[in-house]
T-cell receptor, first 107, second 113 residues
Framework: GQQVQQSPASLVLQEGENAELQCNFS?????LQWFYQHPGGRLVSLFY???GTKHTGRLTSTTVTNERRSSLHISSSQTTDSGTYFC?????????FGAGTKLSVKP | DPKIIQKPKYLVAVTGSEKILICEQY?????MYWYRQSAKKPLEFMFS???????DNQTASSRFQPQSSKKNHLDLQITALKPDDSATYFC????????????FGKGTRLTVV
C-alpha cells in the first residue's frame, strides 16, 4: 500500500502568502526527508527531519513521529519557490517517496 | 561542484537497444541507489546497494541490471529498451548508518523512440 501520502496534490499561491504542506506515513519507523524538485528536474534535499522541528531560511519542517506526520511550512512565498515538494520516508536507508505537492507561486 | 555524477544527462535510444547509465559518487558513501521518475508515476525506488552488494530490488523486470565495478560506482544497464522505459533515472547515495540523509544526482533523462 501507499507508504507516504502528501497533501495537497497541488497548490497555487500569490507571492508573499504562506504554505503548509502535509505528509503522512504508514509506519512509525520513520526517517523523514523533504525534497524540492526544480521545474527542470533537479532534486534537492531540504530537510532530514526524523523528529522535531527544523528551520532553514523561510522553511520550517515539523515531524511528529508518533502521529506519523510531517509538515513543511513555507513563509512569505516567492516565485522561485515554485516546483514540486516531496516527502520521503527512509526504509532501510532507501527513501520511498510520496506523490509530491506541486507548488505554483504567482507574482 | 557536484559530488554525485550521472552521465549522460540526456539519452535517446531506439526500441530494443541496450544502454548503460553511469553513476559515480565522491561523498565517501557505502550505500547507493537508483530511482526512476516518469510522467505516469512519482519517484520510484528501484535498487539499493551496500558495499557493492544488492540489498533491495523493487524492479520487476530483469532488463534492469545494476553494475558496481567500484565502491563509488553504481551503473544501470537496461536491455531490450521499450518506450515505457522513458523516464528520468536518478542515482543517490548515503552513508550506511541507519539514520542518515540521502543525496541525489541530477539524473539522466532517457527517451526511447
Amino acid at each position: 500500500g501507499q507508504q507516504v501520502q502528501q497533501s495537497p496534490a497541488s497548490l497555487v499561491l500569490q507571492e508573499g502568502e504562506n504554505a503548509e504542506l502535509q505528509c503522512n506515513f504508514s509506519s512509525t519507523a520513520t526517517r523523514l526527508q523533504w525534497f524540492y524538485q526544480h521545474p527542470g528536474g533537479r532534486l534537492v534535499s531540504l530537510f532530514y527531519n526524523p523528529s522535531g522541528t527544523k528551520h532553514t531560511g523561510r522553511l520550517t519542517s515539523t515531524t511528529v513521529t508518533n502521529e506519523r506526520r510531517s509538515s513543511l511550512h513555507i513563509s512569505s512565498s516567492q516565485t522561485t519557490d515554485s516546483g514540486t515538494y516531496f516527502c520521503a520516508r527512509n526504509n532501510n536507508n532507501a527513501p520511498r517517496f510520496g506523490a509530491g505537492t506541486k507548488l505554483s507561486v504567482k507574482p | 561542484d557536484p559530488k554525485i555524477i550521472q552521465k549522460p544527462k540526456y539519452l535517446v535510444a531506439v526500441t530494443g537497444s541496450e544502454k548503460i547509465l553511469i553513476c559515480e559518487q565522491y561523498l565517501g558513501h557505502n550505500a547507493m541507489y537508483w530511482y526512476r521518475q516518469s510522467a505516469k508515476k512519482p519517484l520510484e525506488f528501484m535498487f539499493s546497494y551496500s558495499y557493492q552488494k544488492l540489498m533491495d530490488n523493487q524492479t520487476a523486470s530483469s532488463r534492469f541490471q545494476p553494475q558496481s565495478s567500484k565502491k563509488n560506482h553504481l551503473d544501470l544497464q537496461i536491455t531490450a529498451l521499450k518506450p515505457d522505459d522513458s523516464a528520468t533515472y536518478f542515482c543517490a547515495s548515503s552513508p550506511l548508518r541507519v539514520n542518515t540523509e540521502v543525496f541525489f544526482g541530477k539524473g539522466t533523462r532517457l527517451t526511447v523512440v
